[in-house]
């Protein structure tokens, strides 16, 4: 049987393409990548919703590369989006030469992102991954020269789509003709694409913050650098308090208000023994006094290690002035 390799994200567009792609009998099998900055559910749904095989690459530090460094630009925020795709693509080649497929498929459409989907950075990311040929596009096929499984009659151009630019009407049409009622938010996905998680990534990679769990924890909560260096984060909602609370360390200092309602606050990387910490201990409390219910001029926190509270001081909460001036996105 005829095979293919779908660079599957689950979103409108992918599951779309491949519902067209498997509706002239090939065989596809889905890649789905798993980065610190998407979530790989909706492609679990939607690979078992159409019955087809569904690969998961975790990326590494070859992929943080890109992100930090990207040789064809950001886009509006630290969206790294050609440099992302041609990384993607040439994993994609890799694993059609394994499985002997006859080509790659996106959902990708023409003009829908100005960045990435232009004819012309659409036409690089092919030339780029070494897919010259064999990348095919469905939903925007017949605006584009015919591919190499095209010609060969292996795929019906006929029988795909000529879509451009943002609007999603017929996809949305589409995919209610396929029986598929439950898919995701168009447009959605990746947050680098989102002004407060960029601008929260930029200042966090210049402090070196660059792991999996800080990336993480960039989503949660309010953020602070010190004039030390070190990192605040401080919850807004019980929801944060706990995913906050998961996420530390055992060199993070945790706070709570006692007596009154109010947020987790993590110091990040932070012993009282070691010099300097005690006074940035002192100002995350504050923080942590500053957004809890507590109105007094003096706040009790108790502050600890995860699991285990250690002592309580009385702090000031923080002024507006400190807040404006170390708040971080």
């Known amino acids: ?96 030469n394994k499985e002997k497929a006859e080509f790659v498929f996106t959902g990708e459409v023409l003009g829908e992102r100005l960045m990435s989907q232009r004819k012309r950075q659409l036409e690089l990311t092919e030339r780029k991954s070494g897919l010259k040929g064999l990348l095919l596009r469905p939903l925007s096929a017949k605006l584009l020269d015919p591919t190499i499984s095209e010609k060969t009659g292996i795929v019906d151009r006929e029988k795909l789509l000529a879509l451009r630019g943002k609007r999603r009407k017929i996809q949305i049409k589409l995919i209610n003709e396929f029986g598929i009622k439950e898919y995701a938010t168009p ?65 993070d200092l945790l706070f709570e208000v006692i007596g009154f309602s109010g947020p987790i606050t993590l110091l990040k990387d932070s012993r009282l023994k070691d010099p300097g910490n005690e006074k940035d201990a002192e100002i995350a409390a504050s923080l942590c006094a500053r957004y809890s219910d507590c109105k007094s001029d003096r706040v009790e926190v108790r502050m600890g290690w995860k699991g285990k509270w250690e002592k309580s001081i009385w702090v000031e909460p923080a002024k507006e002035k400190f807040i404006r001036k170390s708040r971080v996105g």
């Not at 693509?89 to 890799?94: D, E, I, M, R, S």
């Not at 996905?189 to 930029?202: A, E, H, I, N, V």
């Open 1 to 96: 049987m005829t095979k293919a390799i779908s660079l599957f994200s689950g979103g409108l567009d992918s599951t779309i393409a491949t519902q067209l792609i498997l509706d002239q009998g090939i065989k596809v099998i889905g890649l789905n990548f798993k980065t610190p900055f998407t979530e790989s559910c909706w492609a679990l749904k939607m690979a078992d919703k159409l019955e087809i095989e569904l690969r998961v690459i975790e990326t590494d530090e070859e992929y943080m590369k890109i992100v930090k460094e990207p040789e064809h630009g950001y886009g509006k925020n630290m969206n790294p989006c050609i440099d992302c795709k041609i990384f993607m693509l040439k994993k994609a080649k890799g694993l059609m």
């Open 187 to 251: 447009a959605g996905g990746c947050r680098l694409t989102d002004p407060q998680f960029s601008k929260r990534l930029k200042e966090g990679l210049g402090h070196g913050e660059d792991d999996e769990i800080e990336i993480e924890l960039l989503r949660y909560g309010r953020h602070f650098r010190l004039f030390s260096g070190k990192k605040v984060v401080v919850g807004r909602h019980e929801e944060e308090n706990e995913t906050i609370s998961d996420l530390a360390r055992a060199d």
